[in-house]
């Protein structure tokens, strides 16, 4: 038995805290890396919206069917989380973009957040997880609930769109 | 204009999943706060229905109800723990099993009447 399905089982059977404690141990490093990437290096947005995930997989966690890793699963809930926020904050871009902790970021990373904050939501979170290690194209579409075809669009597109916007910076560079 | 090479190292760099451990104790002590609180229901429903099943079997005390209620109980936590364990049973194989559980134990609460 998975050390995963282990803490699972603890969890739905005798609503073990404990358990669930060492689950947001193991993905809290995955989930607040996808978010800090999303909203463009905002640390404190990127941890509320990673602790309301975890809390939205406590309450659904019988929901959980174990036909996808748990890792997916979270970020299937993840996806809902941040389009929930984009939905709440309309003004998020600029939020984001002023709320970036650019002392944390090299020059080029920082350049690539801000260009980045530039794509949609969709094609952000597209490019994020086809990026992510142990996430494959196919998990990305089922996290994403989009046909695989349309998650590489999205990766193309986005990173045609990323071409144009890192000009300005590449010639800075020069 | 920045080569297509160059634009996957950057996205690797920036994107690659690197182990993120500042503060993660204090973030994991955040989220177990932000949890409900336990339900006392939790237990109290586990705890009402054994002494249900203990009542029922007082009252019609009956082999065939111990042993079927055994098996029931004993079934339901199974199809948990496998759904879990093997990560491919289905929603639905969970409701067949209990679903004949569900006709057994009819089947036998039937014939204990009809002995009685």
């Not at chain 2, 090479?5 to 920036?14: P, S, T």
């Not at chain 2, 706060?33 to 029922?56: N, Q, R």
């Not at chain 2, 004993?74 to 491919?88: C, E, G, P």
């Amino acid at each position: 038995m998975s050390e995963d399905s282990e803490l699972l089982l603890r969890i739905i059977a005798a609503d073990d805290r404990e358990a669930f404690a060492a689950l947001v141990k193991k993905y809290q490093s995955p989930l607040r890396t996808f978010f800090r990437k999303v909203c463009g290096g905002d640390q404190e947005l990127a941890n509320d919206l990673a602790q309301e995930t975890f809390l939205k997989a406590y309450r659904g966690i019988r929901s959980y069917n174990g036909q996808s890793q748990l890792l997916t699963w979270f970020y299937a809930i993840a996806k809902n989380v941040f389009y929930e926020h984009l939905r709440r904050n309309e003004k998020f871009e600029e939020l984001s973009e002023n709320n970036s902790d650019s002392s944390l970021l090299q020059d080029s990373h920082l350049d690539i957040a801000k260009c980045m904050l530039q794509l949609s939501a969709e094609e952000r979170m597209v490019l994020t997880l086809s990026y992510t290690e142990g996430l494959s194209q196919t998990e990305v579409a089922s996290v994403l609930e989009m046909p695989l075809g349309t998650v590489k669009t999205h990766v193309l597109r986005a990173k045609e769109k990323l071409k144009v916007l890192l000009q300005p910076y590449q010639e800075r560079s020069l | 204009m920045i080569t297509d090479q160059e634009l996957d190292h950057l996205l690797h760099d920036f994107l690659s999943t690197q182990a993120l451990d500042d503060n993660h104790e204090e973030f994991v002590q955040q989220v177990m706060k932000a949890l409900p609180a336990p339900s006392p229901w939790f237990w109290l429903k586990e705890f009402a229905l054994a002494t249900a099943v203990f009542v029922g079997m007082m009252i019609f005390w009956n082999f065939k109800f111990l042993f079927t209620t055994v098996f029931l109980s004993a079934a339901a936590k199974s199809a948990l723990y496998i759904q879990i364990q093997l990560q491919s049973i289905s929603p639905q194989h969970v409701v067949a099993v209990l679903l004949f559980c569900f006709i057994a134990i009819c089947y036998y609460s039937y014939e204990a009447i009809m002995e009685m």
